[in-house]
């Protein structure tokens, strides 16, 4: 078998892409390769943290801000449990064109309005709110949540957003980016991990029918490092360009990827040359 090459930790991240040569030294390593989940976690967090901070410092804006909030009733009253309102009338909250939240107590919203654009219904007896990530209902009411009594006004929701705005919001988006870089990389990790066992199954297979002879922590070590192009176009597509692609693409190109590395271990075959 030729001399293999050496290469250094980042140096395998780059040459993943398209050398041959870097599979079969990743094969000779004996480290878990786990190394790469926490770089490709880390990339990825701070790619979505990043999109969350701009987000964030996008629309920490009063003059944004104020629309939504002067569609607010004038006062809003918790007593014996209800809603009380200026008017037995639904209050229609809109943003971009689209109305996300009512505050009704006439009746005619239920939570059975609730969708993917309204997300929050105020009735007399509670409030619902729907998640649109696991497609249900929370309902919470008001006499088991608020204090009897409590009242605001938009005056006040006003006032308190200014003030919030003035004194706090130059560290929201950082705040933002920290929490949300922390909670995406432990996120990012275990999802990252969960394709490698998935995609390793295609390792095993093709171990199996190249007879290459590898242990399983080699194969997952190679499905580690097949991932790393993958992964790498998929923060760039999903969070940078932000473009929405299938999934099946992203299975088919990892595959692809699986099948790059595992066959550049293959032999190749001699032919014997007869000479006359």
């Not at 689209?98 to 219904?121: C, H, M, P, Q, R």
């Not at 009242?151 to 003035?166: G, L, P």
């Not at 929405?244 to 032999?267: C, D, E, N, P, R």
């Amino acid at each position: 078998m030729a001399e293999v090459k050496k290469y250094g930790f980042w140096k395998t991240i780059p040459l993943s892409f398209f050398s041959q040569d870097v599979y079969r030294d990743v094969a000779t390593r004996k480290t878990s390769g786990m190394s790469y989940l926490v770089v490709l976690a880390f990339i990825a967090a701070i790619a979505m943290a990043g999109l969350a901070a701009v987000f964030t410092l996008e629309n920490i804006d009063l003059e944004k801000v104020s629309p939504i909030i002067m569609q607010l009733p004038e006062t809003m009253e918790i007593k014996d449990g209800e809603l009380i309102l200026p008017e037995n009338k639904p209050y229609l909250i809109e943003a971009e064109g689209k109305t996300f939240a009512v505050l009704d107590t006439s009746g005619e919203y239920t939570f059975d309005n609730l969708g993917e654009d309204l997300i929050i219904v105020a009735t007399k007896e509670y409030v619902a709110l729907y998640d649109t990530g696991e497609k249900d209902v929370e309902m919470v009411r008001y006499s088991e949540k608020i204090e009897d009594g409590f009242s605001t006004s938009r005056q006040e929701i006003y006032e308190f957003s200014d003030n919030f705005i003035k004194n706090w919001g130059d560290y929201v988006p950082v705040g933002v980016f920290i929490i949300t870089a922390i909670f995406a990389t432990l996120f990012h990790f275990v999802y990252v991990l969960v394709q490698v066992l998935f995609f390793s199954i295609v390792g095993v297979i093709l171990n199996a029918s190249l007879k290459l002879k590898l242990d399983y922590s080699d194969v997952f070590r190679m499905t580690i490092v097949s991932i790393i192009p993958v992964a790498l176009m998929d923060v760039l597509v999903s969070y940078v360009l932000q473009i929405q692609y299938s999934a099946w693409i992203f299975v088919a190109i990892a595959i692809g990827w699986i099948v790059f590395g595992m066959t550049s271990l293959k032999k190749p075959k001699v032919k014997n040359i007869e000479q006359n």
